[in-house]
């Protein structure tokens, strides 16, 4: 039997690795611009860092985690979200002295969902907590910088924002009963799935992808028209700051989110490229879910963006480093070319090697990794203290002293 990967799991090489490593330094980057400090928490948890907190109801916890027992007996789950484990580790390191404080990470995260374009059962995502702060300015920052790492990846054009608020626990509980009421009265047509969560969680049945019970909810009461007064000024507080920002936006009173934790503001960025797996980056605030941990009461907001989905809408992987390869002929050459790589390569430039075999097959090395040019090193150099410059796109050919290597390549890659 020949070995395969596991079923919805990728080796990361070759264009998507890169495409990968330019969405994290990208991010990265920008979380630097915006204050965040990176964190990374184990890939796996207590399995109860997830169940209570994600919702006993979800998706995620019913059918998609990786759970297992450890040979202590422990219940440990793969994480398939950041933000609970980041949740954890306030509450375990106590972090409460720090607030706000603002943390990102990236990373694997593990979910038994049926692969399909832009879904794994391992993927990435790169996200951002925003730990400490009750006012709507922290959700708009989160929001910001979305938007901002969308226009830094060239991805303006590929997305659009969608935004909803689902209030505060009193908004939800008084809504929630004035959904119920509406959707009973169509209970028998809903979907199967729909009937089970209007019993188990009634907000998701507004999340539903099936025509048909989208069709009956279009007509539903909207949380937006029962949001209390606190709810209201908070939603139209962050309205008013995307467009003071110039962020495009839609309300989409639908938007509910599949995870138990959020109050107040809920958005997604999505994208009308990747066929069912729309959303690209998602997030929303969560001010219960520290303290329902049995941390302090703490709120928070972040997001979390998939970086395969990402990947999938850049279309060019960025242009790498070009090497320069040596191209040795002969031991001795071999052997002195060995020093030269070593040297230049701690000088800070990108230096490949044609290994083995004749000029031929080592100049084809050359080709293959798109060298800038090729440093030919024969007996004859050695014995004169030259390499043969061989500029691999006009093929013009020239010596180049050794001593002076150095300063050539730097000249060289400025000419670029
Ligand atoms: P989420 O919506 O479950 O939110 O996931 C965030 C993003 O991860 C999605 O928008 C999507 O791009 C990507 N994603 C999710 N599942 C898969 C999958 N199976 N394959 C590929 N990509 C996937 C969260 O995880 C929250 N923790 C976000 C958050 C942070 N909320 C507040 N802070």
């Known amino acids: ?14 264009d998507d690795a890169k495409k990968h490593q330019f969405i994290v330094d990208t991010a990265r980057s920008l979380a630097g611009h915006y204050g965040f400090s990176e964190i990374s928490t184990p890939i796996f948890e207590f399995s109860q860092v997830f169940k209570r ?3 006993e109801e979800s998706d995620i916890v019913n059918k998609e985690m990786y759970t297992f027992e450890d040979r202590g007996g422990e219940s440990i789950t793969l994480r398939p979200e950041g933000t609970a484990p980041i949740a954890r580790a306030f509450i375990s390191q106590g972090l409460s002295h720090l607030t706000p404080l603002k943390l990102f990470y990236q990373g694997p995260m593990f979910r038994y969902e049926r692969p399909q374009k832009g879904r794994q059962r391992q993927f990435h995502q790169l996200g951002v907590e925003l730990i400490g702060v009750a006012s ?3 959700d708009i920052e989160c929001i910001a910088m979305g938007h901002t790492l969308f226009q830094e990846l060239g991805l303006l054009n590929n997305i659009h924002l969608e935004i909803n608020s689902i209030g505060d626990d009193d908004s939800r509980s008084r809504y929630k009963k004035i959904l119920v009421g509406f959707l009973e009265k169509v209970r028998k047509e809903l979907s ?4 089970r969560r209007l019993d188990t969680n009634p907000l998701r049945v507004l999340d539903s992808k099936n025509p048909k019970d989208q069709e009956l909810i279009s007509d ?3 949380l937006k028209d029962h949001l209390n007064d606190i709810s209201k000024m908070f939603y139209e507080k962050i309205l008013e ?6 962020i495009p936006f839609q309300e989409n009173p639908q938007l509910v989110r599949g995870l138990d934790y959020y109050c107040h503001t809920v958005f997604e960025f999505k994208t009308q490229d990747l066929g069912a797996q729309d959303a690209v980056l998602s997030g929303g605030r969560y001010d219960k879910l520290i303290a329902q941990m049995g941390g302090p ?21 960025p242009s790498k480093q070009t090497p320069f390869t040596l191209v040795p002929l002969g031991d001795a050459a071999e052997k002195e070319a060995m020093k030269i790589c070593y040297q230049l390569r701690a000088q800070g430039f990108p230096v490949d090697m044609g290994y083995s075999g004749n000029l031929s097959k080592r100049m ?3 080709h293959k990794m798109q060298s800038k040019a090729a440093m030919i090193l024969g007996d004859d150099e050695i014995s004169r203290g030259v390499v043969t410059w061989k500029n691999l796109q006009s093929g013009a050919q020239q010596e180049v002293k050794m001593t002076q290597l150095s300063s050539f390549l730097s000249q060289m890659m400025s000419d670029d």
């Open 297 to 317: 009461e703490t709120p928070g907001v972040g997001f979390a963006g998939g970086i395969e989905r990402l990947a999938l809408l850049l279309s060019e992987p």
């Open 136 to 138: 709507p300015l922290a």
């Open 53 to 55: 907190t994600l919702g």
């Open 192 to 195: 199967e799935d729909s009937q």
């Open 364 to 366: 084809k090395r050359a």
């Open 241 to 246: 700051s995307l467009i003071t920002l110039g």
């Open 220 to 222: 539903a009461p909207q």
């Open 1 to 14: 039997m020949k070995l395969q990967p596991v079923r919805g799991t990728h080796d990361l090489m070759g």
